[in-house]
Structures are given as C-alpha cells and as structure tokens.
C-alpha cells in the first residue's frame, strides 16, 4: 500500500506561484509519480508525471513552460512548481503514484496508469 498526503495549496493570484507536495509512505515501490487535476464540472485532467528511477519528465501541453514536476527520492516527495498561474488553473489537485512500469511515457498520462490516489488539494487562482 501507499499513502499520498498533498500539501502546499491555497489562493493565489493570477501571474503568482504556488508549490504543491506530496508525502508517500509505504513499501509498494512506485515507479512514477503524477499529479492531475479537476476544475469544478469537469474531468479530471493529467498535470505532469515523473520516473522514480531517472527522473524522466512529462508535462501537458496546458502547463508546459509554466508547471514543473520534480522529486526528492530520500524524502519520498514530489513536488509541482507552478508559475505564472492563470484563473483557469483553478482545480483540486491529486497526487497519484503508479507500481506498473511502462517503458512509454504517455502510459503515466491516464488516470489507468495509477494505483494510489492522494486525497486532494484545492488551488484557487485569482484574476
């Protein structure tokens, strides 16, 4: 099993930034992490993802530039820098962590790719 616990949300304004994080606990080996997110009334969508082994990246088209996932393997952390935000960033963010490996990137994409989900943090962009 994984426990996931986000932290690090909150309001901010838009052009601002904000750092999320997410604490994982257990022995399950993960080999990604990802973090999506859900606007209210709509899907949840995917944000980023990394390889625990490498560190190997993969961003969505809507935050690349902007948004940046990153890890800290002895802490059991990942992070998300989120700069430059805009109102529609507005969600609740998920932290998932995935025990199946994938040699294909876009496998981390979707919500199937991930075993354990975090409990959400709301981020909240003025304008």
């Known amino acids: 099993q994984v426990q996931l616990v986000e932290s690090g949300g909150g309001l901010v304004q838009a052009g601002g930034s904000l750092r999320v994080s997410c604490a994982a606990s257990g022995r399950t080996f993960r080999h990604a992490m990802g973090w999506f997110r859900q606007a209210p009334g709509k899907e949840r969508e995917f944000v980023a993802a990394?390889?625990?082994?490498?560190?190997?990246?993969i961003h969505a088209d809507s935050v690349k530039g902007r948004f940046s996932i990153s890890r800290d393997n002895a802490k059991d952390m990942v992070y998300l820098q989120m700069n430059s935000l805009k109102p529609e960033d507005t969600a609740v963010y998920y932290c998932?962590?995935?025990?199946?490996?994938?040699?294909?990137?876009?496998?981390?994409?979707?919500?199937?790719?991930?075993?354990?989900w975090g409990q959400g943090i709301q981020v909240t962009v003025s304008s």
């Open positions: 998932a962590a995935s025990r199946k490996y994938s040699g294909d990137s876009d496998y981390y994409t979707g919500e199937a790719g991930y075993d354990y």
């Open positions: 990394i390889r625990w082994i490498g560190g190997s990246t």
